[in-house]
């Protein structure tokens, strides 16, 4: 009878003393005197994310949105029981993202290097020793020489299957029928960005679009097809990366990337055998020449056996998936203002003429064109959120008043800085006159589609190109509206890292006589 009174008395002061532990850490940003969303015990400010409610964009943008930071300048905010910030100021977002950048050297969220190489090695994930390295290597395949003289040529030819594949679909539905002339469009441009992204940085061609499928559109397919133990998975990496080893989380999937070994596998094999005079100077050709560079140091980086695998397999998701989201988005906005459409499409009708297609700097000189884009990408950006983990081993001193401790993350909402009205007047209207000549300078603190500072996207340049294109050779042919499958206004899919949209895009096109 003693025992069982003892143990539960123990019990009793225990649970005591986890919920005054819990407390102690959820009180952190009261004590520093910093405005904070409140948190909810065990979760902290993740309980959305946690059951599934919304997505990783739009948990920043409803942090960045809350009522108890409205006027200030910086908030605290949690992750479960971890103190993080976030930014909602252009100096401060400036001197973390930009001006400091040595004391933020490194992402928050990490991949596991003993368990999950593959996951570790990529560029977005990599720490700072190996990151600098790969960075400063794989953006000499992204120089506007390399871009304009290799890739777009071979992109004139994957926008060409575009619009076949576009008039082979329409051909095949029926005028008189409801469905008639209505496409998704958001798969139509993951087909169009896969065999973009496979051919410029492979030297394979993917022939999704002249198939209908191809097997690395159907890879993406399956390791975007989330369950409750790949969700599991991203929280932990992205929140709680000090717990990577415990849970074992990977980044890619079992069949992803056993599929991007035996796929880089076979490219290598090929190189090492003849080397096509089109992919000379893609990515692959320069990973394997650093490889080469370092093979005297078998314990560099470049040495492990999934460092070639592990760019080709975050490139391909990184090349095709933001594009495509951003094409799909931006003729859904098209769709419902047909004036700015077919402003859009006067312009591409002059540029054309009787050609059928543009020269790099034909294209690059359409300022509506790029105005209508760069809409696009405000109020969808290919970054909905960005951090950075303060690196500096004594801390950083942010303000007077604001110490950031060694370890902390801290938060950007892009989609919330794209959609506030401090900044953009009616933020949720599509409106491309914001972006020209004579609107004004716009800040670039402000607008960062692709992130900001040394760790932004190092494919943006070519992201910009590929999504003009598609949209240029799209628009010069049909005109696009709504029907009954499309939706009033877009919802994004919980289940999704980056911005897409729920139950897809649906368009009807209508080809020019």
């Not at 003289?149 to 994957?158: H, K, Q």
């Not at 696009?376 to 950006?381: A, F, K, N, T």
């Not at 950031?404 to 949720?428: A, C, N, Q, T």
Request: aromatic share 12%.
């Amino acid at each position: 009878m003693y025992l069982i009174i003892a143990t539960l008395l123990f019990i009793i002061i225990l649970l005591h003393l986890l919920m005054a532990h819990f407390k102690y850490k959820l009180d952190y940003w009261k004590r520093c005197r910093i405005p904070y969303v409140e948190p909810v015990p065990l979760v902290g400010n993740l309980k959305d994310l946690f059951f599934t409610r919304i997505g990783f964009g739009e948990l920043f943008q409803k942090l960045y949105e809350d009522e108890q930071l409205k006027a200030a300048q910086v908030g605290g905010i949690f992750l479960l029981h971890q103190p993080a910030l976030i930014l909602r100021d252009a100096d401060l977002i400036k001197s973390v993202l930009i001006k400091n950048f040595h004391k933020f050297q490194n992402r928050y969220e990490a991949a596991d290097p003993y368990h999950d190489a593959m996951g570790s090695l990529t560029l977005p994930l990599s720490k700072y020793h190996i990151w600098w390295g790969c960075r400063k290597k794989i953006s000499e395949i992204f120089t506007s020489g390399k871009i304009k003289l290799r890739m777009y040529p071979l992109m004139l030819e994957v926008v060409n299957e575009l619009e076949f594949y576009l008039q082979k679909k329409l051909k095949e539905s029926r005028e008189d029928d409801e469905s008639g002339n209505v496409i998704e469009v958001k798969e139509m441009f993951s087909l169009f960005t896969t065999d973009l992204t496979s051919i410029l940085h492979y030297g394979v061609y993917a022939k999704g679009l002249s198939q209908g499928h191809s097997d690395l559109r159907q890879q993406t397919l399956d390791l975007f097809n989330i369950d409750f133990f790949r969700l599991l998975h991203f929280f932990v990496i992205f929140f709680c990366p000090h717990l990577t080893t415990v849970f074992r989380a990977k980044v890619f999937s079992r069949p992803y990337t056993a599929f991007m070994r035996k796929f880089t596998t076979s490219i290598c094999k090929m190189r090492s055998q003849h080397m096509p005079s089109n992919s000379q100077g893609d990515l692959v050709d320069v990973l394997l020449k650093f490889k080469a560079e370092n093979k005297q140091e078998p314990l560099h980086y470049t040495q492990h056996k999934d460092f070639v695998a592990s760019q080709v397999a975050i490139f391909l998701l990184a090349g095709f998936e933001t594009s495509s989201s951003v094409l799909g988005f931006t003729l859904y906005e098209l769709a419902k203002q047909p004036d700015i459409q077919a402003k859009l499409r006067r312009e591409l009708k002059e540029a054309f003429r009787l050609k059928s297609s543009l020269s790099y700097e034909e294209l690059q000189a359409l300022p509506y064109l790029q105005m209508v884009l760069c809409e696009g990408l405000r109020m969808y950006p290919a970054a909905a959120f960005i951090n950075r983990e303060c690196t500096a081993a004594a801390g950083f001193q942010l303000t007077s008043d604001l110490f950031i401790p060694h370890g902390m993350p801290v938060y950007v909402s892009i989609l919330g800085l794209h959609r506030d009205p401090k900044f953009w007047p009616e933020p949720e209207s599509f409106n491309p006159e914001r972006f020209s000549s004579t609107s004004g300078n716009i800040n670039p603190i402000v607008y960062q589609p692709f992130g900001l500072g040394p760790h932004s996207c190092i494919g943006s340049r070519l992201g910009l190109l590929q999504v003009k294109l598609a949209l240029a050779h799209t628009l010069r042919l049909y005109r696009v509206q709504t029907c009954s499958r499309t939706v009033n206004k877009i919802k994004f899919d919980p289940k999704s890292f980056m911005l897409q949209a729920k139950g897809g895009i649906y368009l009807r096109f209508i080809r020019d006589e």
